[in-house]
Protein backbone atom coordinates (compact mmCIF):
# COMPACT_ATOMS: atom_id res chain seq x y z
CA UNK A 1 0.00 0.00 0.00
CA UNK A 2 1.63 3.44 -1.29
CA UNK A 3 1.60 5.51 2.22
CA UNK A 4 1.91 8.56 -0.41
CA UNK A 5 0.93 9.11 -3.59
CA UNK A 6 2.39 11.56 -5.59
CA UNK A 7 1.22 12.74 -9.46
CA UNK A 8 1.84 13.56 -12.00
CA UNK A 9 4.44 10.49 -13.11
CA UNK A 10 6.19 13.25 -15.52
CA UNK A 11 5.87 16.82 -16.02
CA UNK A 12 7.01 18.93 -19.33
CA UNK A 13 7.32 22.59 -18.57
CA UNK A 14 8.50 25.09 -20.82
CA UNK A 15 11.97 27.35 -19.32
CA UNK A 16 10.19 30.32 -17.33
CA UNK A 17 7.38 28.30 -16.31
CA UNK A 18 5.80 27.16 -12.95
CA UNK A 19 6.13 23.40 -12.50
CA UNK A 20 4.40 22.11 -10.00
CA UNK A 21 4.02 18.33 -8.06
CA UNK A 22 1.27 17.06 -5.52
CA UNK A 23 1.17 14.54 -2.75
CA UNK A 24 -1.48 13.14 -1.15
CA UNK A 25 -1.51 11.05 2.83
CA UNK A 26 -3.81 9.18 4.92
CA UNK A 27 -1.63 8.61 8.30
CA UNK A 28 -2.37 12.06 10.38
CA UNK A 29 0.69 10.56 12.40
CA UNK A 30 3.15 12.18 9.68
CA UNK A 31 4.50 15.14 11.09
CA UNK A 32 7.64 15.56 8.57
CA UNK A 33 7.41 16.14 4.82
CA UNK A 34 10.65 16.37 2.41
CA UNK A 35 11.19 16.95 -0.70
CA UNK A 36 14.24 14.80 -2.71
CA UNK A 37 15.62 15.80 -5.59
CA UNK A 38 17.08 13.43 -7.96
CA UNK A 39 19.35 13.52 -11.17
CA UNK A 40 20.74 11.06 -13.50
CA UNK A 41 23.14 8.46 -12.43
CA UNK A 42 22.61 10.14 -8.88
CA UNK A 43 21.37 9.46 -5.54
CA UNK A 44 18.53 11.98 -4.34
CA UNK A 45 19.12 14.70 -2.14
CA UNK A 46 17.14 16.75 0.38
CA UNK A 47 15.76 19.95 -1.79
CA UNK A 48 13.07 21.18 0.95
CA UNK A 49 10.82 19.79 3.88
CA UNK A 50 8.04 21.41 5.77
CA UNK A 51 6.78 21.08 9.22
CA UNK A 52 2.91 20.44 9.58
CA UNK A 53 2.84 23.72 11.89
CA UNK A 54 3.13 25.73 8.86
CA UNK A 55 1.04 26.16 6.02
CA UNK A 56 3.84 27.39 3.27
CA UNK A 57 7.70 27.38 2.91
CA UNK A 58 10.01 28.81 0.49
CA UNK A 59 13.30 28.44 -0.37
CA UNK A 60 14.19 30.52 -3.42
CA UNK A 61 12.27 29.56 -6.57
CA UNK A 62 11.40 26.30 -4.58
CA UNK A 63 7.76 26.52 -2.60
CA UNK A 64 5.99 23.71 -0.52
CA UNK A 65 2.69 23.98 -0.22
CA UNK A 66 0.86 22.08 3.08
CA UNK A 67 -2.53 21.41 3.17
CA UNK A 68 -2.88 19.92 6.65
CA UNK A 69 -7.03 19.47 6.83
CA UNK A 70 -6.57 18.12 3.32
CA UNK A 71 -3.65 16.07 3.79
CA UNK A 72 -1.97 17.52 0.93
CA UNK A 73 1.22 18.82 0.33
CA UNK A 74 3.12 20.17 -3.29
CA UNK A 75 5.94 21.53 -4.96
CA UNK A 76 6.18 24.30 -6.52
CA UNK A 77 8.98 25.70 -8.79
CA UNK A 78 9.23 28.87 -10.42
CA UNK A 79 10.96 30.17 -13.14
CA UNK A 80 11.42 26.88 -13.99
CA UNK A 81 15.13 26.32 -15.22
CA UNK A 82 16.80 23.39 -18.04
CA UNK A 83 18.74 22.81 -14.74
CA UNK A 84 15.73 21.57 -12.72
CA UNK A 85 15.19 18.75 -15.04
CA UNK A 86 15.13 15.82 -12.49
CA UNK A 87 12.95 13.64 -10.82
CA UNK A 88 11.77 14.89 -7.57
CA UNK A 89 9.93 12.57 -4.68
CA UNK A 90 7.49 13.38 -2.17
CA UNK A 91 8.28 11.70 1.44
CA UNK A 92 6.66 11.79 4.97
CA UNK A 93 7.89 10.56 8.24
CA UNK A 94 6.42 10.56 11.67
CA UNK A 95 8.23 10.83 14.71
CA UNK A 96 7.10 7.87 16.76
CA UNK A 97 8.22 5.59 13.50
CA UNK A 98 11.75 6.36 14.01
CA UNK A 99 13.42 7.47 10.72
CA UNK A 100 12.00 5.71 7.88
CA UNK A 101 10.83 7.82 5.03
CA UNK A 102 7.33 6.88 3.16
CA UNK A 103 8.34 7.93 -0.36
CA UNK A 104 5.87 8.52 -3.10
CA UNK A 105 6.33 7.35 -6.78
CA UNK A 106 8.53 10.08 -8.58
CA UNK A 107 7.72 12.94 -10.76
CA UNK A 108 9.97 13.28 -13.62
CA UNK A 109 10.54 16.62 -14.61
CA UNK A 110 11.58 18.05 -17.76
CA UNK A 111 12.02 21.52 -18.92
CA UNK A 112 12.51 22.51 -22.08
CA UNK A 113 14.46 25.79 -23.47
CA UNK B 1 33.19 14.16 4.91
CA UNK B 2 33.07 11.68 1.89
CA UNK B 3 29.73 11.21 2.53
CA UNK B 4 27.94 7.53 1.87
CA UNK B 5 29.92 5.55 0.18
CA UNK B 6 28.73 3.08 -2.09
CA UNK B 7 30.79 0.07 -3.67
CA UNK B 8 31.05 -1.05 -6.74
CA UNK B 9 29.04 1.80 -8.68
CA UNK B 10 28.07 -0.82 -11.43
CA UNK B 11 28.01 -5.07 -10.89
CA UNK B 12 26.71 -6.94 -14.21
CA UNK B 13 26.41 -10.79 -13.08
CA UNK B 14 24.76 -13.96 -14.62
CA UNK B 15 21.78 -15.34 -13.13
CA UNK B 16 22.39 -17.54 -10.29
CA UNK B 17 25.49 -16.09 -8.85
CA UNK B 18 26.05 -13.89 -5.60
CA UNK B 19 26.08 -10.11 -5.01
CA UNK B 20 27.54 -7.77 -2.60
CA UNK B 21 26.69 -4.69 -2.29
CA UNK B 22 28.64 -2.84 -0.04
CA UNK B 23 27.73 0.50 2.01
CA UNK B 24 29.33 2.97 4.40
CA UNK B 25 27.41 5.49 6.08
CA UNK B 26 28.34 8.88 7.07
CA UNK B 27 30.49 8.76 10.38
CA UNK B 28 28.68 9.60 13.27
CA UNK B 29 25.20 8.61 11.61
CA UNK B 30 23.03 6.01 13.64
CA UNK B 31 20.23 4.93 10.78
CA UNK B 32 21.34 2.95 7.51
CA UNK B 33 18.85 2.41 4.88
CA UNK B 34 18.95 0.12 2.12
CA UNK B 35 16.56 1.40 -1.31
CA UNK B 36 15.62 -0.67 -4.81
CA UNK B 37 14.68 2.02 -7.32
CA UNK B 38 13.22 0.70 -10.69
CA UNK B 39 11.24 2.59 -13.59
CA UNK B 40 7.82 0.56 -11.74
CA UNK B 41 7.68 0.29 -8.65
CA UNK B 42 9.86 3.84 -7.79
CA UNK B 43 12.12 3.86 -4.66
CA UNK B 44 11.09 0.96 -2.13
CA UNK B 45 12.77 0.72 1.14
CA UNK B 46 14.20 -2.61 1.27
CA UNK B 47 15.72 -2.36 5.69
CA UNK B 48 16.61 -0.43 7.99
CA UNK B 49 19.17 -0.63 10.61
CA UNK B 50 19.04 1.60 14.23
CA UNK B 51 22.66 1.29 15.96
CA UNK B 52 23.97 -1.49 13.35
CA UNK B 53 20.53 -3.13 14.71
CA UNK B 54 17.55 -4.74 12.05
CA UNK B 55 14.46 -2.57 13.02
CA UNK B 56 12.74 -3.36 10.33
CA UNK B 57 13.54 -5.88 7.21
CA UNK B 58 9.28 -5.98 5.66
CA UNK B 59 10.54 -4.81 2.54
CA UNK B 60 12.79 -7.35 1.84
CA UNK B 61 11.22 -9.08 -1.31
CA UNK B 62 12.48 -12.46 -0.60
CA UNK B 63 14.96 -14.99 1.45
CA UNK B 64 17.62 -14.32 -1.37
CA UNK B 65 18.06 -11.04 -0.24
CA UNK B 66 20.25 -10.57 3.17
CA UNK B 67 21.14 -7.32 4.86
CA UNK B 68 24.08 -7.10 7.76
CA UNK B 69 25.42 -4.10 9.43
CA UNK B 70 28.56 -5.54 11.44
CA UNK B 71 29.72 -2.57 12.41
CA UNK B 72 28.42 1.37 12.15
CA UNK B 73 30.57 2.07 9.31
CA UNK B 74 29.76 -0.71 7.08
CA UNK B 75 26.56 -2.82 6.05
CA UNK B 76 26.30 -5.14 3.02
CA UNK B 77 23.53 -6.15 1.11
CA UNK B 78 23.65 -9.72 -0.35
CA UNK B 79 21.51 -11.69 -3.62
CA UNK B 80 21.98 -15.46 -3.27
CA UNK B 81 21.41 -16.56 -6.17
CA UNK B 82 20.69 -13.22 -8.24
CA UNK B 83 17.94 -13.09 -11.04
CA UNK B 84 17.13 -10.95 -13.76
CA UNK B 85 14.19 -9.62 -11.73
CA UNK B 86 16.37 -8.02 -9.46
CA UNK B 87 18.11 -5.69 -11.57
CA UNK B 88 17.71 -2.28 -10.21
CA UNK B 89 19.80 0.77 -8.87
CA UNK B 90 20.26 -0.02 -5.32
CA UNK B 91 20.89 3.23 -2.46
CA UNK B 92 22.25 3.45 0.83
CA UNK B 93 21.55 6.12 2.81
CA UNK B 94 22.09 7.34 6.38
CA UNK B 95 20.66 9.83 8.62
CA UNK B 96 20.93 10.61 12.23
CA UNK B 97 18.77 10.67 15.16
CA UNK B 98 16.65 13.77 15.23
CA UNK B 99 13.16 15.30 15.30
CA UNK B 100 12.94 15.90 12.08
CA UNK B 101 16.09 13.95 9.64
CA UNK B 102 17.43 14.57 6.75
CA UNK B 103 18.82 11.02 4.79
CA UNK B 104 21.97 11.43 3.24
CA UNK B 105 21.96 8.96 -0.19
CA UNK B 106 24.50 7.35 -1.57
CA UNK B 107 25.63 7.12 -5.20
CA UNK B 108 24.16 4.11 -5.62
CA UNK B 109 24.80 0.83 -6.76
CA UNK B 110 23.38 -0.50 -10.41
CA UNK B 111 23.14 -3.81 -10.61
CA UNK B 112 22.15 -5.79 -13.70
CA UNK B 113 21.40 -9.75 -13.68
CA UNK B 114 21.55 -11.13 -16.98
Known amino acids: QQQVKQSPQSLIVQKGGISIINCAYENTAFDYFPWYQQFPGKGPALLIA?????SEKKEGRFTISFNKSAKQFSLHIMDSQPGDSATYFCAASMLVGGNQFYFGTGTSLTVIP | DAGVIQSPRHEVTEMGQEVTLRCKPI?????LFWYRQTMMRGLELLIY????????DSGMPEDRFSAKMPNASFSTLKIQPSEPRDSAVYFC????????????FGPGTRLTVL
Open chain 2, 49 to 56: FNNNVPID
Open chain 2, 27 to 31: SGHDY
Open chain 2, 93 to 104: ASSRTSRYNEQF
Open chain 1, 50 to 54: IRPDV
